[in-house]
C-alpha cells in the first residue's frame, strides 16, 4: 500500500492468540516497528467493531534478564502486571516463531521473571505450564485498603451491599468472592463497582467462583481494564489460593472457566503456584501503523 506520495505505509504486523477464549492482540517487537502511544494502540486493536478484537494488547520484546519480555496492555489500555494466559501464548510465540531455542521459556514481566515449559503437539506449542510464583497476601501487597494480615473472607460493602471477599495478589491485584451461582446480575452488576471500589487505590480483578467440589470449580470474572473476559489466568491462580485460605478446595483444582479449563495448583512445598492451560494462535495480519 503505498500514500499519496508515493512512499510505501508502514504496517504493523500482529498475531492474534488465545488462552482459554482469553483472546489478546500479539506484536513482534524484535521485528516491528511499535509506536509511542502503546495505550492508544491497545485500545484501538482491542475494539471488536472497528480493530482486531481483543482482550487487550501484547508486546514480545527482547529481554536483558530472560529469553524474552512481555508488556501487556488491557483493552482499556491500562498497563498491568501480569497475564496468566497471556504469558502461554508469549511461550508459544516464542518457540514456535524461534525466538527461545528450548520449550522452557523465562520470561520477564513487571511481577518478576518468571519460567514456563511447553508441551509440543506435531512440533507446535499447545499446552503450557507456568510457574505463577508465590501469592502475596498482605493488605499492602494487594494492594488494598482493608485491614488485618491477610484479606480473608473479609466484608466489603458495596452501594449497601455486603460482600465476602479474599484478595490475593499474583502481581496483580485479585478479588476473589465465592458463590452459590455466579449470575449475570454478580458479574457485570457487581463487577465493576468491585473493579474500581475505593478499597482497591489500583483497581481489582474479580472472580466469582462456584466451588463444584474440593477439587473442582467454575469461574466468572470481571477483569480490571477489560470487563467480563472468558478466562483469567492469573485470577485462577488467585482463586486457587484463596480456595485453599478459606477451606473450600484442595492445592490442586481444576477450573472450568467460559472460554476452557486451567490445572492449577498452591504447592505446600515451596508456596509457588503452577498453572497449565491451553495456548492457540488463530490468525496473524497487519495493521496499518
Ligand atoms: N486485567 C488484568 C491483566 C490480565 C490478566 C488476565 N487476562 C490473565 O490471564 O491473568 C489486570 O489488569 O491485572
Not at 508441551?119 to 505463577?132: E, I, N, W
Request: glycine residues 12%.
Amino acid at each position: 500500500m503505498t500514500t499519496p506520495t508515493g512512499c510505501e505505509a508502514k504496517r504493523m504486523r500482529f498475531t492474534k492468540m488465545h488462552g482459554a477464549g482469553n483472546d489478546y492482540v500479539y506484536v513482534n517487537g524484535f521485528s516491528e516497528q511499535l509506536p509511542d502511544e502503546l495505550p492508544s494502540l491497545a485500545r484501538a486493536v482491542s475494539d471488536r467493531r472497528f480493530g482486531v478484537g481483543g482482550d487487550g494488547l501484547i508486546l514480545i520484546l527482547p529481554s536483558d534478564t530472560a529469553d524474552v519480555r512481555m508488556r501487556m496492555f488491557n483493552a482499556d489500555g491500562s498497563e498491568a502486571e501480569m497475564c496468566g494466559n497471556g504469558i502461554r501464548c508469549v511461550v508459544k510465540y516464542a518457540y514456535d516463531h524461534g525466538l527461545a531455542p528450548q520449550p522452557v521459556v523465562r520470561v520477564e514481566t513487571l511481577a518478576g521473571v518468571l519460567t514456563a515449559e511447553a508441551a509440543l503437539h506435531d512440533g507446535k506449542v499447545d499446552r503450557v505450564r507456568v510457574d505463577m510464583g508465590e501469592p502475596r497476601l498482605s493488605p499492602p501487597q494487594i494492594p488494598t485498603t482493608l485491614g488485618g494480615e491477610q484479606v480473608i473472607n473479609t466484608t466489603i460493602d458495596v452501594d449497601g451491599r455486603s460482600v465476602e471477599a479474599t484478595c490475593v495478589s499474583m502481581g496483580n491485584p485479585h478479588c476473589v468472592v465465592f458463590v452459590d451461582s455466579a449470575t449475570d446480575d454478580l458479574v457485570l452488576g457487581l463487577g465493576p463497582k468491585l473493579e474500581k471500589h475505593a478499597v482497591f487505590p489500583e483497581g481489582v480483578n474479580v472472580e466469582f467462583v462456584e466451588v463444584l467440589s474440593p477439587t473442582e470449580v467454575r469461574q466468572r470474572t470481571w477483569e480490571r481494564g477489560s470487563g467480563e473476559t472468558w478466562a483469567c489466568g492469573t485470577g485462577a491462580s488467585a482463586v486457587c489460593v484463596a480456595g485453599v485460605l478459606t477451606g473450600r478446595t484442595e492445592r490442586r483444582i481444576l477450573n472450568h472457566l467460559i472460554g476452557g479449563d486451567l490445572e492449577l495448583e498452591w504447592s505446600a512445598g515451596d508456596g509457588r503456584v503452577r498453572m497449565t492451560g491451553p495456548a492457540v494462535e488463530v490468525f496473524s495480519g497487519e495493521w496499518p501503523s
